[in-house]
């Protein structure tokens, strides 16, 4: 049911103006947002009032104030972490378990990990190596991702079989492209490409020795949008290169959540007259080379780019005594890193 049934405003632009005006925008700065985005001035003027009026809107922004009480929490909790290096993605070579969870895990910090992967085979991975190991294995991968600016929320739609070695031949065109990657929902690793997994060694005492994790392949050019996951993820590039960029958990009202799980902000070129706040976010970002990990901790939000051919293995499952830790109400994971 729509808020105003007679409304000549796009749906979208009514949603939006009603979040934003909740949320304290002044009505000018919103009607102009609006109006700049494309939405039309009259329509607009119309919708404002009524809106404005409705008893719904005066409910809306009461619980906004409590909101803007518990954002004020977090926002006292950033200024607190970016003093103490909180803008600076830590880069770490030799790490003990000990300092990985005292200080990353459990101190909810992102880190980049150096030198624990030197004695994994998969780093001398090749398309046509790959191609002899799995050629023949039928492997289902995400195609039609493009014309879909939903994909990653509509993925049942885009699962697509073929032989491994059809979609090798696909990657080894050289085309940079967005439109077919093969992601963890596709399940390959533990399915068809399970010999792959022989080639991978789980950080001693950082990861479950019994972890299987999970695999990405895919050209240069895919681009995972803006999301969260619901456990922590250790990220480990395997053949190519990903550019990442992450924003803090407890900087969640300034990236504009989506359904829960994706960002409404493009990072990679993000509107800030449609998304102000995004500009007061603490971005970190790096280039993720082969043989490097990154530590990704629960609930913070990443945008993940790849800039080559990419092979990418990443774990869920650590070695922490009792259970991993999760979001209290965990959304659908994003999983497509």
């Keep these: 049911m729509t808020l105003l049934a007679t409304s000549r405003l796009d749906r979208v632009w009514q949603e939006w103006l009603a979040e934003n005006l909740a949320m304290g925008a002044p009505v000018e700065q919103a009607r102009a947002a609006a109006v700049a985005g494309g939405a039309d001035a009259d329509a607009v003027d119309a919708e404002l009032g009524e809106l404005t009026a409705h008893p719904y809107f005066a409910v809306c922004r009461r619980l906004a104030l409590r909101y803007d009480w518990m954002e004020s929490v977090l926002d006292t909790y950033r200024t607190l972490r970016n003093s103490d290096g909180g803008e600076t993605l830590e880069r770490r070579a030799g790490i003990t378990p ?5 200080r990353h ?17 998969a780093l001398d991975w090749t398309l046509d190596g790959l191609a002899a190991a799995c050629g023949d294995a039928v492997v289902e991968v995400m195609t039609g991702r493009e014309a879909n600016p939903d994909h990653a929320w509509q993925y049942d739609r885009h699962r697509t079989t073929m032989p491994f070695r059809d979609y090798l031949t696909l990657l080894g065109s050289g085309t940079r492209t967005n439109d077919y990657y093969m992601v963890p929902r596709n399940e390959n690793w533990s399915q068809a490409l399970r010999p792959l997994a022989a080639d991978v060694r789980p950080p001693e005492g950082i990861v479950d020795p019994t972890a299987l994790g999970h695999l990405l392949l895919g050209p240069a050019g895919t681009v995972t949008p803006l999301h969260v996951d619901n456990s922590t993820v250790l990220l480990c590039q395997v053949l190519g290169r990903k550019h990442v960029r992450l924003v803090p958990s407890y900087e969640r009202h300034l990236v504009y959540p989506r ?3 994706f960002s409404a902000v493009d990072a990679a070129r993000p509107d800030l007259t449609r998304h102000p706040r995004f500009a007061e976010a603490t971005v970190l970002e790096t280039v993720l080379e082969p043989g490097q990990m ?3 901790p629960v609930g913070w939000w990443h945008w993940v780019q790849a800039l080559d051919v990419s092979a990418t293995v990443t774990f869920h499952h650590f070695q922490v005594p009792g259970q991993n830790h999760k979001m209290a109400t965990p959304p659908a994971a ?3 890193e």
């Design 98 to 102: 000990e300092e990985f969870f005292a």
């Design 105 to 121: 895990y459990f101190g909810h910090r992102p880190v980049v990990l150096e030198g624990l992967m030197t004695d994994w085979p």
């Design 259 to 261: 359904g829960g799980t």
């Design 294 to 296: 990154l530590l990704i």
């Design 334 to 336: 994003g999983l497509d």
